[in-house]
């Protein structure tokens, strides 16, 4: 079976929403995209680093979804990267409050031996340097190689930088403000294919409750987000969609455009479990039944009958 790799950071997020917050919790891009990736059964491991402040009660959780937490670098004496923020009423935009680095300051990634040959590796949103280092660490390219990354990182100090990992993936995950600021485009097509050449074959665009926008060529494809009732926490959501569609591509390794389609609606249908709960509560406890009932509404919200006169 193929298998996943996952490069992110593993942190301790203090979560303020409208509907309450929390002390520190299990946080960090990995955990997000590993918990997702782990409803479709596959080999995965991560890599990253925490300090010798970080529960082991932590990698139990992670490692009871049958993710390989071996590569997760303990640095004796030091202190898991921390985050602090506060959602606003809408939910859509958040105040960051603190953070703290560090052992990610000096996070040297190492791919252990078992996943050179991996076939799908997730750069999650690091240092573009240090997502570099991971790709040049792989015997062969990757089969698929899906980029996450902010817009902290297009800012004049690392631009140049981000280009260089940008030109080595085949894919780019990111939101619709951080689309325009990359590509100066307003319009997300334009925007797209602006990002396109700059190397990736795919553009994912993320529009949080809007949905998510697939670019391939000349191809588009559009998968709704499904209306929820209730949001109680959209941290990690981003990162458990990038899971979501790296895991169903690994399952199934089909990398066609047709099969991205999948992936998309897969990504976004765990997306929509995990803002559900704090932190990783939800993705935690998520039971595949439940995935396979908001699959079929995800179906019914999007096929229809048209006729054409």
């Known amino acids: 079976m193929s298998k996943l790799l996952i490069v992110g950071s593993v942190a301790f997020d203090a ?40 529960p082991k009660d932590y990698f139990k959780t992670l490692e009871a979804k049958n993710i390989d937490t071996s590569a997760i670098e303990i640095v004796e004496g030091g202190k898991t990267f921390f985050w602090s ?15 703290q680095l560090n052992v990610l300051a000096d996070f040297q990634p190492v791919v ?61 995950t990111i939101n619709d403000e951080e689309a325009r600021q990359l590509s100066g485009e307003y319009s997300l097509v334009k925007a797209a294919r602006a990002i396109e050449k700059m190397g990736p074959k795919y553009v994912v665009i993320k529009k949080g409750e809007h949905g998510a926008l697939l670019f391939h060529k000349d191809q588009i494809f559009f998968a709704p987000a499904l209306p929820l009732e209730e949001v109680f926490d959209p941290t990690g959501a981003g990162d458990t969609f990038a899971g979501g569609f790296a895991g169903y591509l ?6 066609s455009f047709e099969n991205m389609k999948n992936a998309i609606i897969h990504a976004s249908n765990l997306a929509s479990f995990c803002v559900e709960k704090f932190g990783t509560e939800r993705m935690e406890n998520l039971e595949r039944d439940e995935v396979q ?17």
């Open 250 to 255: 690994t399952k199934t390794g089909n990398l």
């Open 293 to 309: 009932k908001r699959l079929k509404q995800f179906k019914e919200l999007t096929q229809f009958e048209i006729e054409l006169s």
């Open 85 to 99: 923020g506060k959602y606003h009423n809408d939910l859509n935009s958040r105040d960051t409050l603190e953070t």
């Open 15 to 54: 979560i303020e929403t409208p509907f309450g917050k929390t002390d520190k919790i299990l946080g960090g891009a990995a955990p997000y995209i590993a918990l997702s990736a782990s409803n479709f059964n596959i080999p995965s491991a991560i890599v990253s680093v925490v300090g010798e402040d970080f």
């Open 112 to 172: 252990p031996e078992n996943y050179k040959d991996a076939e799908i590796v997730v750069l999650g949103n690091l240092n573009p340097l240090v997502q570099l280092s991971v790709l040049e660490q792989f015997k062969e390219k990757p089969k698929l190689a899906i980029l996450d990354t902010m817009n902290f990182w297009m800012e004049d100090a690392f631009i140049n930088d981000l280009h260089k990992v940008i030109s080595k993936v085949d894919v780019i």
